[in-house]
């Protein structure tokens, strides 16, 4: 099944952004066409909350197969599910399902309807995906600036999974790539956009919810990405070392906070082997597993 994919690029908000969209966009095109997908499945009423599978084009009665949601990024006013179709093909060589969530947009839609979009899509996810071949007790999340940020927050607010129709531990681990994960160190033009007024800060950023129960995390960011970004990333990682959640990471050298994502699937990239090797059934690991600023 295919669909039209948008062909304007939205002006963003960084420098290199409207490149890394259009980069993106082009080589999920070709994936689209390359692969065999269920496109714009809706998990909610609204335009934006729909979600692509893309599939291993192998036997799906077996039922196994490991699930990957991943969010796009686009500093939650911006951005498209279209975007991450290049990220499929290492996946579906392994026998697992990729799946791309679109989810509503600021100013339109403020905090909370970004995390009631993902955390909807996951239980869409584990309630349907059976019937696409995939395993619901096998879904990992991930994703890339705001999506990243989304999947930490799904990853980490457990006390609303029983409103979802969720069971106790349905995600299995957390891939957040260039993620910001405290909103008090977000520009306050982004900020603005985003929430109603500056008292969700504490209630919406990922590190205020980090406690010894959480899955496990494999963070992912750039030696050249948004300051804040990479301050949030450390302080997530001691954070999490504190508190005993198995935690690994990468700081990848001379990447900017779009190559972090625009090259993370390329052959032989450590996010990709990680990421792999952990779907394919390899246990946490701790600490830096790839070469780069690591000294903190």
Not at 42 to 51: F, T
Not at 61 to 85: N, P, Q, T, Y
């Amino acid at each position: 099944m295919t669909a039209a994919l948008p062909t304007e690029i939205p002006q963003l908000l960084l420098p290199g952004a409207n490149e890394y969209a259009a980069a993106v966009t082009k080589l999920s095109q070709e994936i689209v066409k390359a692969t065999s997908n269920m496109l714009n499945q809706s998990y909610g009423a609204e335009e934006l909350q729909k979600l692509d599978i893309y599939l291993p084009r192998w036997d799906k009665a077996k039922k196994d197969g490991a699930v990957l949601i991943f969010f796009h990024g686009g500093a939650w006013r911006s951005g498209c599910k279209e975007w991450m179709g290049f990220m499929a093909p290492p996946f579906l060589e392994i026998a697992s399902i990729f799946v791309a969530p679109g989810y509503r947009l600021a100013p339109i839609n403020k905090y909370p309807a970004h995390l009631h979009d993902a955390l909807t899509a996951v239980s869409w996810v584990y309630h349907n995906i059976a019937s696409y071949g995939g395993n619901p007790d096998k879904i990992y999340i991930g994703g890339h600036s705001a999506g990243g940020y989304l999947a930490s927050l799904v990853a980490l607010r457990r006390d609303l999974y029983p409103h979802y129709g969720l069971p106790e531990r349905p995600i299995r681990y957390c891939f957040p790539i260039s993620a910001p994960f405290d909103l008090h160190n977000v520009a306050d033009r982004v900020l603005d956009e985003y929430l109603t007024d500056r008292s969700f800060c504490r209630e919406g950023s990922p590190i205020k919810w980090v406690d010894e129960h959480c899955p496990p995390f494999f963070l992912s960011y750039g030696q050249l990405d948004i300051p804040n970004v990479i301050a949030d990333n450390r302080a997530m990682i001691e954070l999490m070392q504190k508190t005993s959640v198995p935690v690994s990471w990468i700081e990848c050298a001379g990447a900017s906070h779009f190559d972090t994502h625009a090259h993370c699937v390329e052959f032989n990239h450590p996010w990709r082997r990680e990421v792999t090797r952990i779907l394919t059934g390899g246990s946490p690991r701790q600490g830096s597993l790839a070469t780069g600023v690591d000294s903190f």
